[in-house]
């Protein structure tokens, strides 16, 4: 047996182990930005809805209107 096999595998290990750590922690980080972007996506959403009902001169849509003082 090669003298050096058994440190070899040691580093293997090693590295393995700062492997599955990292891959689990980009795996909670993917999880945590899907969750930002469901979030986001959400208010766009909200957002163009707005848009919508202002532009069709719903509640709020009356921007350009003089207010009643003048």
Known sequence: MNP????RITRLEEKLSLSEDLLDHLNRMVATQQQQI????REVQRLREAMITAQEGGP???????????
């Not at 709020?60 to 003048?70: A, I, L």
Request: glycine share 10%.
């Open 38 to 41: 469901a979030v986001l996506a």
């Open 60 to 70: 709020g849509g009356q921007h350009d209107e003089r207010p009643p003082h003048y």
């Open 4 to 7: 050096q096999l058994p440190e």
